[in-house]
Each structure stands twice: as C-alpha cells, then as structure tokens.
C-alpha cells in the first residue's frame, strides 16, 4: 500500500508571495493532519480535517488555512509569507483521526527568502 | 509549561548498548501514546503505538506507559548504528482529533 505522498518536496519563496501545498493519504484513510516542523519549535499542529471538514485548529494565523477533497487528498496553504514560515510541512492521515495513530509524508520544504 | 516534555539530548551510545528514552507530560486526558522515529530529511515513522499504561514489545523494541506518574519510555536493546536518529514521543487524549509531540531526542550509536 502507498504511503502518504506530499507534493512538492522543496518550494523556494519570497517574503510576501502565497503558496499551495498537496497531500494524498494512504488509501482507506480519511483523516489528514498537517504540522510544522521547525528546530525550534518541533512539530505543531496546524489543522486536521476528515469528510472534507476541519475538526480541530492549532493557534497559527488565518494566514494559514487548508482543505480537503472529497476522495481525502488535501491541500495546505499560506498566504502572505513570513521569513518565519520556511520549515517543513509535514502531512499525516489516520484511518479515523481520533485516536488512531497518524502516518506521516516525508515533508515539504519550504524556504522563504 | 509543555503539555509533553522531552529531553533534546543528543544522546551518544556505543554500539550493542540499551537506550532509555523518555517523556513527561502534564495532562491526564492523553491516553493513547506512540513514539516515533525520524531520520534526516524524511517524515516521522510510527514505531509504537500503546494505551493506557503497561508494557508493549516489538522486537528490539519496548515502550512503557506509567499515567501515574505521567511518564513513558522508549527502550532499545542492541542498539545499532542504523537507530541513529531523532525520536519523537506523542500522545492523544481519548476522542481527540489532535495529536501532540514532544520536541524529539537526537540518537547517535557509535560502531
């Protein structure tokens, strides 16, 4: 079975430009996470969304919003980059999302100059 | 205060040596816990996967769930060059939708 695949893997931006990131969850999953991954910080929670609704929202700006489509791909986007925005964005999807474990993607990179 | 403490380390182990990796958290709602593994430039891969508290073995593998005192462990017996990596410990409270993660220990085994 394919695992989570995250599309693309590096994105290099400018300050104040917005950007779409893609996910497809492993099949039979409907639950998709997304989180932000900073040496810093760790991994946060950004949003979580199953049948195509968010559920649960972690304390980032509106700046950052996401989706997800009917057959659980999702997409994450962020408008208006910041320096501090360039990290990796990670996506997971879960059979249910509650209580079930997340599987993550390998990421996207993204760098904003 | 964190919901889910973790030491960063790095932590350095010669090879063949058991590793003891650990988690404190705060609220007493988590019941679900996992512990991932994390290489460079790759997502985090689901290692463990307990509830509640006691013990789960998965070959060189063991994770501890002690919710009395709010602690969990991560042990590696005949650790290898190849467990060098970042592990994250993580837990969700029953019926959450969220998961949240403790800041990673770095692993290094020496040959």
């Known amino acids: 079975k394919a695992g989570v695949t995250q599309t693309p893997r590096y994105l290099i931006k400018t300050r104040g430009q917005q950007v779409t990131l893609s996910c497809s969850p492993i099949?039979?999953?409907?639950?998709v996470s997304w989180y932000q991954q900073t040496p810093g910080q760790g991994l946060q929670f950004l949003f979580e969304y199953f049948s195509e609704t968010q559920r649960n929202k972690g304390n980032f700006p509106g700046r950052f919003s996401g989706r997800q489509f009917s057959n659980s791909r999702s997409e994450m986007n962020v408008s208006t980059l910041e320096l501090g925005d360039s990290a990796l964005y990670l996506c997971?999807?879960?059979?249910?999302?509650?209580?079930?474990?997340?599987?993550f993607g390998n990421g996207t990179r993204l760098t904003v100059t | 205060q964190k919901e889910v403490e973790q030491d960063p380390g790095p932590l350095s182990v010669p090879e063949g040596a058991i590793v003891s990796l650990n988690c404190t958290y705060s609220n007493s709602a988590f019941q679900y816990f996992m512990w991932y593994r994390q290489y460079s430039r790759k997502g985090p891969e689901l290692l463990m996967y307990t509830y509640s508290s006691g013990n789960k073995e998965d070959g060189r593998f063991t994770a501890q769930v002690d919710k009395s005192s709010k602690y969990i462990s991560l042990f590696i017996r005949d650790s290898q060059p190849s467990d060098s990596a970042t592990y994250l410990c993580a837990m969700i409270n029953a019926g959450g939708f969220k998961t949240i993660f403790g800041a990673g220990t770095r692993l290094f085994v020496k040959a």
């Open positions: 997971a999807s879960s059979l249910s999302g509650d209580n079930s474990p997340l599987h």
């Open positions: 099949s039979g999953h409907r639950s």
